[in-house]
């Protein structure tokens, strides 16, 4: 019966694949299976001292890292990040964020983790945009790996400018002292993984693990939705 009237939905009110706009079936959700097929997935959860760890070792107290897909400019990670951040899509996000959990969890790469933490948007980004991209990928994680999501630890204290046509210099700046953690003393001996949509020098995860460098015994692992290409 709900197959049935799913279908009748779907030809009503046509669902279209973010990637290639192709038309969904009803067993669909988002991405057609092709593109979820051919979705450049990185696999450096399965890589120790991987290409994302080096790139934060002496930055953080890192205990692992990685990216589920591979973002080229113009590519099919760049239009779905776009549909994800700037097009109103919230739902998209728990959908990759299960999808990233799904993958990566028949290796180790959850085990330990206290909490998943979203990277935090100002208030106004916030307001703007109307949710956290990040927030809804940690709610998609959090649903598969029933570790809890605290989105009350970290907030940003200022509405920095856009990172995107940011040279590497300037990206560290321009998040310097940008964050701040609100429950430093829940955090002692924890081991949190910070999530966000995109990693393109680490700046901004590495700003993050410095508004709670002065929390004793904290561990950090990062994940991300995807990783450019020519980090």
């Not at 593109?35 to 107290?61: A, S, Y």
């Not at 996000?93 to 990277?119: E, T, W």
């Not at 991300?224 to 020519?230: E, I, R």
Request: hydrophobic letters at 40%; aromatic letters at 6%.
């Amino acid at each position: 019966m709900m197959g049935w009237l799913n279908d009748i939905m779907d030809y009503v009110f046509p669902r279209y694949c973010v990637v290639c706009g192709q038309a969904l079936s009803s067993s669909e959700n988002f991405l057609c299976a092709e593109c979820l097929i051919r979705l450049p997935r990185t696999n450096l959860h399965l890589q120790k001292d991987n290409d994302i760890e080096k790139n934060l070792w002496g930055k953080m107290p890192l205990e692992r890292a990685s990216a589920y897909l591979r973002y080229h400019k113009k590519g099919m990670v760049s239009t779905l990040v776009a549909n994800l951040k700037y097009k109103g899509n919230a739902r998209l996000g728990v959908f990759m964020g299960r999808c990233m959990a799904k993958d990566l969890q028949g290796s180790s790469f959850f085990a330990g983790i206290d909490f998943i933490v979203p990277l935090p948007l100002h208030k106004s980004r916030l307001k703007q945009r109307g949710y956290n991209q990040s927030e809804q990928l940690a709610q998609g994680i959090s649903l598969v790996t029933n570790i809890p999501m605290r989105t009350d630890i970290l907030v940003r204290k200022r509405n920095t400018e856009t990172q995107t046509l940011k040279s590497e210099v300037q990206r560290w700046e321009n998040l310097q002292d940008g964050f701040e953690c609100r429950s430093p003393e829940e955090l002692t001996g924890k081991h949190i993984l910070l999530v966000d949509d995109v990693m393109t020098t680490g700046a901004t995860v590495v700003a993050c693990a410095d508004a709670c460098n002065k929390i004793p015994r904290l561990r950090i692992s990062v994940l991300t939705l995807s990783v450019a290409a020519d980090m």
